[in-house]
Nanobody
Framework: QVQVVESGGGLVQAGGSLRLSCAAS??????????MGWFRQAPGKEREFVAT????????YYADSVKGRFAMSRDDARNRMYLQMNGLKPEDTAVYYC?????????????????WGQGTRVTVSS
């Protein structure tokens, strides 16, 4: 079994920054190459893709709405992944979820992720 835990959410003013962290653990997780992703769900809306990174960090993809403002990275030595969010806007307000995929290729499709965290809330005030 793989456990995924997000942290780093909070309340921030528009234009501010936050860094979300995702910690992954588990016997299976340490054996396979894996891709990681961030998704978010705003109140009253469906969950949407934010960013994804391949197993070695060589490939990252971002939703158009966050491109140029958010940056995803990973630290495999610590089994951690990060989402640096700059220039936050009120429309970025959502619960952010970290997901792990037991496959090396990054993907924007939430259906292709195997493990999910419980989410961390980000609120951006205007």
């Amino acid at each position: 079994q793989v456990q995924v835990v997000e942290s780093g959410g909070g309340l921030v003013q528009a234009g501010g920054s936050l860094r979300l962290s995702c910690a992954a653990s588990g016997r299976t997780f340490s054996v396979y190459s894996y891709a990681m992703g961030w998704f978010r769900q705003a109140p009253g809306k469906e969950r949407e893709f934010v960013a994804t990174i391949s197993w070695n960090g060589d490939n990252t993809y971002y939703a158009d709405s966050v491109k140029g403002r958010f940056a995803m990275s990973r630290d495999d030595a610590r089994n951690r992944m990060y989402l640096q969010m700059n220039g936050l806007k009120p429309e970025d307000t959502a619960v952010y979820y970290c997901a792990a995929r037991l496959n090396s290729r990054a993907t924007i499709s939430s259906d292709e992720y195997d493990y999910w965290g419980q989410g961390t809330r980000v609120t951006v005030s205007s």
